[in-house]
């Protein structure tokens, strides 16, 4: 599994926030681009599904700018990411989607709903044609694929924002925060 661009950016956008001296200071999307040399547009993009997710307040005007809307201990990294991250299908057969109540009963949508999980594996129905795979209604392999990607979002469950800038003097000398 790899995670896009975009998740990447919007980590490395709360770390900038995170490490800067005065933490109530705001920041500007320049700065964080320019520090990661990355693209002001996209990174534009990103901080503002930031702020509607309410990791970022963003604050208009002449000397308007952003800053961390709470405490890098309350973001967590595996919520974060699947907020933030477009799709999780490793393979064909999984579906991006929030479990509805009627797959609810389906023992792999129930485990992803309690997880808060945000894919499910498709039902073995009609949605086989849509998929295209062959031996869905039998592969035990999107099972595994399936515990793997859950494996992975727990673990990232595990830590916050705080966790991973801990070191926080270092990164705010290389950043130039």
């Not at 990411?81 to 991006?96: G, M, N």
Request: glycine share 4%; with cysteine.
């Amino acid at each position: 599994m790899r995670l896009t661009n975009y998740s990447d950016y919007a980590l490395r956008s709360l770390m900038y926030l995170a490490v800067k001296p005065e933490r109530y200071e705001l920041a500007n999307i320049s700065d964080i681009a320019d520090s990661y040399n990355i693209s002001k547009s996209h990174l534009t993009k990103i901080i503002h599904q930031l702020a509607k997710l309410g990791y970022i307040e963003s604050v208009r005007g002449k000397n308007g700018g952003i800053r961390l809307a709470c405490a890098p201990k309350d973001i967590n990294l595996g919520v974060l990411i699947k907020q933030v991250e477009p799709d999780f299908a490793l393979v064909e057969c999984f579906a991006t989607q929030l479990p509805s109540e009627e797959t609810d009963n389906d023992n792999s949508a129930a485990m992803a709903h309690t997880k808060g999980f945000p894919i499910t594996l498709i039902a073995e129905s009609a949605e086989i044609s849509k998929v295209g795979c062959v031996i869905s209604p039998a592969c035990h392999l999107k099972q595994v694929f399936f515990e793997a990607l859950t494996a992975f979002i727990s673990v990232l469950e595990r830590y916050t924002l705080a966790d991973i800038v801990n070191n926080e003097e270092e990164l705010a000398g290389l950043l130039v925060v």
